[in-house]
T-cell receptor, first 115, second 114 residues
């Protein structure tokens, strides 16, 4: 079974631009979560989507948004990029068995560099 | 609110030595706890998780962790380190407000030297 895939793997943008990152979950997984990883702040939860609905949101500004499609694939968008948005963005999918101990499977991440 | 503290951002051990990575949690509800490992340029891989079924949890690659409620700890151990264990390790707790929201510790980078 294929794992979680994220595209692109690397991205370079300039301040003020916007960017869209894509995540394809493991087949059959309906929950997709996004995390931001930086050296200074560590791993931080961005948001989670389940059945095309945002079910949970972290403490990030409105420039960060996402969506999920009917095939469970998800995209996240960051508008008006700032230097501080440079990070590794990780996507995770899970079966979502309606419990807090779901195993989440992570993709390799998209490395975003903002110049 | 939940939180996780990992003591020691860097740990260095000799090959064959005991690995001990420390994690303390804070949770207002019974916690679900996880250990993940991240190798360079890769995503996170689940090592093991605590789900209240047993306090001693065995995971992959010879790792195990013991849940101690009285100490609010969930330390990760491995009896004998291998060079391939060199990676960054993250302890996480499941947020009470949602099913798939993890709160991570700052991580511990493990170095294994010959």
């Amino acid at each position: 079974k294929a794992g979680v895939t994220q595209t692109p793997r690397y991205l370079i943008k300039t301040r003020g631009q916007q960017v869209t990152l894509s995540c394809s979950p493991i087949s059959g997984h309906r929950s997709v979560s996004w995390y931001q990883q930086t050296p200074g702040q560590g791993l931080q939860f961005l948001f989670e989507y389940f059945s095309e609905t945002q079910r949970n949101k972290g403490n990030f500004p409105g420039r960060f948004s996402g969506r999920q499609f009917s095939n469970s694939r998800s995209e996240m968008n960051v508008s008006t990029l700032e230097l501080g948005d440079s990070a590794l963005y990780l996507c995770a999918s899970s079966l979502d068995l309606q419990t807090r101990n779901n195993e989440q499977f992570f993709g390799p991440g998209t490395r975003l560099t903002v110049l | 609110a939940q939180s996780v503290t990992q003591l020691g951002s860097h740990v260095s051990v000799s090959e064959g030595a005991l690995v001990l990575l420390r994690c303390n949690y804070s949770s207002s509800v019974p916690p679900y706890l996880f250990w993940y490992v991240q190798y360079p340029n890769q995503g996170l891989q689940l090592l093991l998780k605590y789900t209240s079924a047993a306090t001693l949890v065995k995971g992959i690659n010879g790792f195990e962790a013991e849940f101690k409620k009285s100490e609010t700890s969930f330390h990760l151990t491995k009896p004998s380190a291998h060079m391939s264990d060199a990676a960054e390790y993250f302890c996480a707790v499941s947020d009470s407000g949602g099913y798939n929201k993890l709160i991570f510790g700052a991580g511990t980078r493990l170095a294994v030297h010959p």
